[in-house]
């Protein structure tokens, strides 16, 4: 069985009350950022949803997570609703989930002469922000490939001793052999999130092009005659997501991605206002298949 530690860090050793102060630093820079990537996740949605509706469409959470529909509420209460159902069925699940997935927690391994780290979280910003911090160095350790060309094969071979050792002879789970470190839940709401929402909106030429591709997608679907919303076999799903793939890399696609950034451009509100966020959608509208991303 391989071993691989890519998450594996060395801090300096620390006092109680440095390694406390330590982990309270930690804890406040990854919910800082995580915070401000829900609200520019829920911006994406909002827009998404206000630039449908515009264009005479729905976004049906139905159909998107197989939980929620913002039929008859408020844009702002869908979006927390969402939020809210999302992160527990990703958490729930033990899956890895790159969108809906906020949690972070460290796991601290002391030794004689440092503290052996483990960082665990679906979100890069959190290895980014980890690996910033004061006096901490990247101790990870694999044996499926080549170590890295800066290490001698000592070098290496006292990194794997050292994690098999802090892992009770590979005997003991991180839990089992650290302590823990777990951010504080993120809430997809807080005080003046709209506001905040409002903030992260992208801009009218990322919401036309992004709007473009799914009118060229829907044009491509018509023209193969295929119910984008029906249930397929997942090898067809697959076969037909290729195909798409071509088409929208293909001369034609590209030139009627384009054509659309022209339309979307006049036919798309300048901007998203708090008044859209307070509104009620109404049902029923047509529904777009899922942009391909």
């Not at 300096?12 to 800082?32: N, S, V």
Request: aromatic share 10%; net charge negative; glycine share 6%.
């Amino acid at each position: 069985m391989s071993t691989k530690i890519y998450n594996g860090y060395k801090l300096p050793r620390m006092t109680l009350d440095e390694l406390y102060a330590f982990g309270q630093d930690f804890k406040k820079r990854i919910c800082d950022q995580f915070q401000k990537e829900v609200c520019i996740l829920q911006a994406e949605i909002a827009t998404e949803v206000c630039d449908l509706k515009t264009l005479g469409y729905k976004y049906n959470y139905e159909f998107e997570s197989r939980d929620e529909k913002i039929e008859g509420r408020s844009l702002i209460l869908a979006i927390v609703s969402l939020f809210m159902s999302q992160t527990k069925r990703a958490a729930e699940s033990m899956r890895r989930d790159g969108i809906w997935d906020f949690s972070c927690n460290l796991i601290l391994i002391p030794r004689k002469d440092h503290i052996l780290a483990l960082l665990y979280s679906q979100r890069e910003s959190a290895a980014v922000i980890f690996q910033g911090m004061e006096g901490v160095v990247d101790y990870s350790y694999w044996d499926n490939t080549d170590r890295p060309d800066e290490l001698t094969d000592e070098e290496w071979d006292a990194r794997r001793d050292e994690w098999g050792e802090a892992f009770g002879g590979w005997k003991m789970t991180p839990a089992e052999a650290g302590m823990s470190i777990e951010c504080p839940e993120i809430r997809g709401i807080e005080f003046g999130m709209s506001e905040k929402i409002l903030q992260a909106v992208p801009s009218l030429e990322e919401r036309a092009n992004r709007m473009a591709k799914r009118m060229a997608i829907t044009r491509w679907y018509d023209s193969q005659g295929i119910d984008p919303v029906a249930k397929v076999e997942w090898s067809d799903f697959m076969q037909r997501r290729s195909k798409l793939r071509d088409w929208l890399d293909s001369t034609d696609g590209q030139q009627q991605v384009e054509e659309e950034i022209v339309k979307m451009k006049t036919r798309l509100k300048p901007t998203i206002e708090k008044s859209d966020l307070d509104e009620e959608f109404p049902n029923p509208l047509p529904q777009l298949p899922i942009l391909m991303s």
